[in-house]
Structure formats: structure tokens, C-alpha cells
């Protein structure tokens, strides 16, 4: 018996992994075949011919290119509206706390589909920002929110914000509050304190906010489709329509896999960028 | 205790000799679209199942497209008997074995069904005008054609879309310049002059509506009728136009999926599903055209109903090796600002 129970030990974690490896298995495979399918030409060969189509073209290019820039901007933007609110949410009281809480898990929870309809409510030309401003004569005519990339913008700010505040929420309320009592002890002021002791702490959080928002910035597809307006469309969307639209699934799936290589590509830079701001920060 | 143990005993029979029935009974399984169209289709489902004695079961697609590639992925043990479909796309179906032609002669309402409206891969169940339906309180004029969509008093208020009935509005434009599908680019330079008037693109009828509503357009220039027609009442902003020339109408089929074991009884359901009484309470709750001549349309939609010989026909399979090519164009040259 008492032999038994090392085996058992070691048979547990790997079980526990299978679960999770299956399904890994099951989504690696729809990326070999994904891959697969982008080589094939029309006879059923293998060729590079969808990717030199890709490449060769400025106007397909530029889907990616379109996507990067507005995750590239959006993500410090929500980065930059998400700290704040972590923030207070980690210093706050109990029951404050409960409120934002609240708050962003009703977000959290609703669809996205619901939620990006409600800003067409929102930013449309009868919604609550057009509206009071033509109300009181601030503007003649309304301002052009949707179907252009500013519209979109807003949607990919506002609707990932939840992915940005809560890992940076669960990293800063988990600093030792004395370090802050510390640091003023030494003579540092709030702001030094917050920049020296607090933020540098937090980067891990930072780290994978950015991440998870960025992410789901460049494959957007419920946003732009619905806020652009047929006029801003993103990778995600162009590869839908040449899958499901125009029934090309050699250069849908060749579109997919450039854009699963840049991103990795930026995870990487991303990952090697923290490292060294972790490395220097502490 | 006898007696109440020979109770159980004829109900435990009875239950069994229930189950083995409802075993016996085929299930033909429908993929449809979801929303109002599975409605419908619910709605005449008992009466058809005890026409026909089999039990039917409805799966959703979010649209054809969708469901085809569903068959497809499915093609060596396809989980569907019967599917609902755009002709266009019906067509696709046929060419890669996905469907097969219905056994005609097991289908004996088809002598009803008007020899136009029926196709190789099956027969249409339903047709719905496309037009232009707009707000009048919202748009500066009374619409009556199709070129008034072209007034540059629509600047911006004007919503259109090429996915529904893959990319009809182009072809309609070509018609419009002296082109045609197989002539397309008239259409396309039309579709330029028309860019100040775009304010927004759809994809899904429903958004047509929907975009009108949130009073973002106030005009949807390939709108089907079915979207608007409950809100078509006497003293309605909303207004429906089916222009004269050239007209057309959306055509869904009911078609038989290959390499299922059931086809004796879905020929029975195809068959019931275009009897006619059926088919009016299915088009009353659509607000579409019936295909069986027998069978009445709904009041609201008898005004804008074309004779028959008066719509366009499309060459569907000259469209679908060339579709590829118009979402491109219309990407690079309607819609890119």
C-alpha cells in the first residue's frame, strides 16, 4: 500500500491535465487544418498562392494593418480609463467595492451583441449624445458617431474595459498597503509613492490587461460590423466574408493564419517588453 | 392487491406498446432559419405531422450560407433530412452533392406549384417581393423607383446590402445602366453615383429595419417585404414600393439532403408543406407569397405581388462563380472611403 501511493500521486496531475489537453488537442488540430487548407491551389495541390495573394495586395494588407492601428489605440485609451477605476475599486470600502463590482459584472454578463446595439442607441443621431446637443442648438446637425471608424473605436474602448480592470483590480488589491505607509515614512509623497511603490507593482496586472484587451481589439468582428456600418470593416470581418460570403475558404484560411502569426509575433514583443519593465522596476 | 398490481402491469403494457409507436414513428429533421420563419413553420408542424405520420424536428441556420457549410461539414452522415434555402444558394448545393432533386412523383401538390418557381434542387415554399420600403415621415419625397434612389436628397439616408440574394442589388443596378449580370460593370459605375447616398451597409434584412427604427437611415433600397409587414398598417409611416423595372423576388426552396435513409417520408413532409392551406397560415405569419396557386397571399401584400412572367431571373450559377469577384469590387469601389 504504502508503494502505491506515489503512483498515485503522479497519475493525479495528469489527470487532471486531460481534460484540458483534449480540448487543447481539438483546437491545435482546427489550426493544422486551418493551415492545411491555406496551402491548397485549386487542383488540390500544395502552393503558397493564397498568401502571395494576400501579401502582393495593399488592399488586403491593409485590413491587418487597419486592425492593428485600432487595437493599437484603443487598448492604451482603455488601459488609461481601466487603472483609475481598479484603483479606487481597490482602495475602496466594502460596500463601494460590492458597487463596481456589480457594475462591471452586469457588463461583464450582458452580450455583446446587446451591448453594441445599445451604443448605436447611444451614439446614433437620436441617441443621448446627439440629441440634448441639438436640443440645445450646440449643433445644427448631428454628429456623425456611427459607421465610420470612430464609432467602432468607442465600441472596442468601452466594451473590453471589464477585461482590463479586473486583472489589474486583483493584482493591486493584493499589495501590501504597507508598502505605500513605507514609502511615506521615507519621506515620499502620494504621487512618488504611487509611481515608485504602487504602479511598478501592478504591471503584472497592466501586463495582462493589455494583453487580453488587445486581443480582443484585433478580432473584433460583432463591433465593426454592427458600428461600421458596412464602411469600417476589420480582419476578422473580411475573413468572415470570404468564408461564409464568398465561400473561399483557401484564402479565408490563409488571412487567418497571418494574422494568428503576427499576433503571436506581438504577444511575444509584448512579453519580452514586460519582462525587462518587471526587471527594471524591481 | 391483485387488482391494483393488474393495474400496474396494463399500464407498464401500455406505456411500452406507447414508446414502440413513437419509436416507429420516422423524425424528419428541417434545418431552417430561426426568428419568424421557424414561427411559421412550428406553428403548421402538428398538422403535418399527423398528415404525414412522421415527427418533425427544426434545426436553425443563422442563414444559408451558414447551412451549407453545415451540410458540408457533415456531407458523409448529414443530420439533416430536409433544408430550407435562397435559390442561389440552393443551386451551390446541388452543383457539390450536398442535395438532391426531390422525387417528383411522391410529391403530388407540385402540379400547384407554378413550373417557374420550381427549380432542380427543389421546389420554392415561399417568395418575398425585395423593393424599397422607407419612412415617409423621415425622407423628403414619395419613392416610386428604383432610380429615385439615386436623388441627392437621399444623401445619407439610404441603406442597402449585396449579401442578401448574393449581390442582386448590383445586378439590379447593371439592369438599371443597360447591363446585367453578365454585363456588370454598368453596375457598378450606377453603384458609384449612388456612394453620397449610402449612410450604412446591412447584412442581415432585420438590420434594415432596425437601422431605419434607430433613425440612422430613412430608407432601405433592398428591402424585403417580410421585415416591414406587420408595420404596414393603414395611416403607417412605413412604406413599402415594389418599382416597376426591373422586379424581383426572394426565393426560398425546400430541398432534400443526399445520402439520408428517410426520403419516402421527407417527400411527405415537402409535400404537405406545399398543400395550400398550410401554406397560407405560413405566409400570413411571414408576409410572403405563397407558392402553391391555390392558396391565398396575405391581404397587405396582394397590391405589390408582379405577375410572375414579369420577374427578373437571375442566372444563378453565372452569379455564384462571379460572386466572389463582386464583394471584392464592391469592397475596393463602393464602399471604401
Redesign the interface.
Given at each position: 500500500m504504502q508503494r502505491a501511493l506515489p503512483t498515485e500521486r503522479n497519475a493525479t496531475p495528469l489527470l487532471l491535465l486531460l481534460p484540458g489537453l483534449l480540448t487543447i488537442a481539438v483546437f491545435f488540430a482546427a489550426v493544422v487544418t486551418t493551415g492545411a487548407t491555406s496551402l491548397l491551389d485549386a487542383q488540390g495541390g500544395w502552393s503558397l498562392q493564397q498568401y502571395a495573394r494576400f501579401l502582393s495586395d495593399g488592399f488586403y494588407r491593409d485590413f491587418v494593418w487597419r486592425s492593428f492601428r485600432i487595437a493599437g489605440y484603443c487598448t492604451p485609451i482603455t488601459l488609461l480609463l481601466g487603472y483609475p477605476f481598479a484603483y479606487t475599486m481597490s482602495r475602496s470600502s466594502p460596500p463601494v467595492r460590492l458597487t463596481l463590482t456589480l457594475v462591471l459584472v452586469v457588463q461583464f454578463f450582458t452580450s455583446y451583441i446587446v451591448r453594441t446595439y445599445a451604443l448605436i442607441l447611444v451614439l446614433g443621431n437620436n441617441g443621448i449624445i446627439n440629441r440634448p446637443l441639438l436640443f440645445l442648438g450646440v449643433i445644427g446637425r448631428p454628429i456623425p458617431l456611427l459607421f465610420h471608424e470612430a464609432g467602432v473605436a468607442i465600441a472596442l474602448i468601452l466594451v473590453p474595459l471589464p477585461f482590463m480592470i479586473f486583472p489589474i483590480y486583483s493584482v493591486l488589491k493584493n499589495i501590501e498597503p504597507n508598502l505605500a505607509v513605507a514609502a511615506a515614512s521615507l519621506g515620499a509623497n502620494r504621487t512618488r509613492t504611487f509611481w515608485e511603490v504602487t504602479f511598478p507593482l501592478s504591471l503584472p496586472g497592466v501586463l495582462a490587461g493589455i494583453v487580453l484587451v488587445f486581443l480582443f481589439d484585433l478580432t473584433a468582428y460583432i463591433m465593426p460590423g454592427m458600428l461600421g456600418g458596412g464602411y469600417f470593416n476589420m480582419i476578422a470581418n473580411f475573413i468572415q466574408e470570404q468564408a461564409m460570403a464568398v465561400l473561399d475558404k483557401r484564402f479565408a484560411s490563409a488571412i487567418s493564419i497571418v494574422l494568428l502569426l503576427v499576433t503571436l509575433l506581438i504577444l511575444y514583443v509584448i512579453h519580452v517588453l514586460g519582462s525587462r519593465l518587471r526587471g527594471a522596476s524591481g | 392487491m391483485r387488482p391494483l398490481l393488474k393495474g400496474c402491469l396494463w399500464a407498464s403494457a401500455m406505456h411500452g406498446l406507447a414508446k414502440l409507436t413513437a419509436a416507429a414513428q420516422t423524425t424528419i429533421v428541417v434545418m431552417t432559419w430561426g426568428g419568424p420563419f421557424m414561427d411559421a413553420l412550428n406553428d403548421v408542424r402538428p398538422d403535418i405531422e399527423k398528415s404525414t405520420g412522421t415527427k418533425i424536428e427544426f434545426v436553425t441556420q443563422a442563414n444559408s450560407?451558414?447551412g451549407l457549410?453545415r451540410l458540408e461539414a457533415l456531407k458523409a452522415n448529414p443530420q439533416v433530412d430536409l433544408w430550407t434555402t435562397a435559390d442561389a444558394t440552393a443551386a451551390?448545393a446541388l452543383a457539390n452533392g450536398i442535395v438532391e432533386p426531390i422525387p417528383a412523383a411522391e410529391v403530388a401538390n407540385l402540379k400547384d406549384i407554378p413550373e417557374k418557381l420550381i427549380f432542380p434542387a427543389g421546389p420554392t415554399i415561399w417568395s418575398s417581393p425585395r423593393g424599397i420600403f422607407y419612412r415617409a415621415d423621415k425622407t423628403p419625397f414619395a419613392i416610386k423607383t428604383w432610380e429615385d434612389l439615386w436623388d441627392p436628397r437621399l444623401k445619407g439616408l439610404v441603406t442597402t446590402s449585396i449579401?442578401q440574394d448574393k449581390g442582386m442589388f448590383i445586378v439590379i443596378a447593371a439592369l438599371l445602366a443597360g447591363g446585367s449580370e453578365k454585363n456588370i460593370d454598368p453596375g457598378f459605375d450606377k453603384l458609384k453615383a449612388l456612394k453620397p447616398n449610402i449612410?450604412?451597409?446591412?447584412?442581415a434584412d432585420a438590420e434594415s429595419l432596425?437601422f431605419i427604427q434607430?433613425?440612422?437611415v430613412s430608407v432601405a433600397g433592398w428591402a424585403v417585404f417580410g421585415v416591414i409587414y406587420k408595420l404596414l398598417e393603414p395611416g403607417s409611416n412605413y412604406k413599402f414600393v415594389m418599382p416597376a423595372k426591373p422586379q424581383f423576388m426572394s426565393v426560398n426552396l425546400i430541398t432534400m439532403v443526399k445520402g439520408r435513409h428517410n426520403q419516402a417520408e421527407a417527400a411527405k413532409v415537402i409535400n404537405a408543406i406545399l398543400d395550400a392551406g398550410i401554406q397560407e397560415r405560413i405566409v400570413e405569419r411571414l408576409g410572403s407569397v405563397p407558392s402553391n396557386k391555390k392558396a391565398k397571399p396575405p391581404a397587405r401584400i396582394r397590391d405589390v405581388i408582379p405577375p410572375l412572367n414579369e420577374l427578373y431571373n437571375p442566372d444563378w450559377e453565372y452569379i455564384n462563380a462571379h460572386?466572389?469577384e463582386w464583394?471584392e469590387r464592391w469592397?475596393?469601389e463602393i464602399?471604401?472611403?
Open positions: - | 450560407v451558414s457549410q451551390v449579401e449612410g450604412v451597409v446591412y447584412k432596425k434607430a433613425g440612422e460572386y466572389g464583394v469592397n475596393r464602399v471604401s472611403r
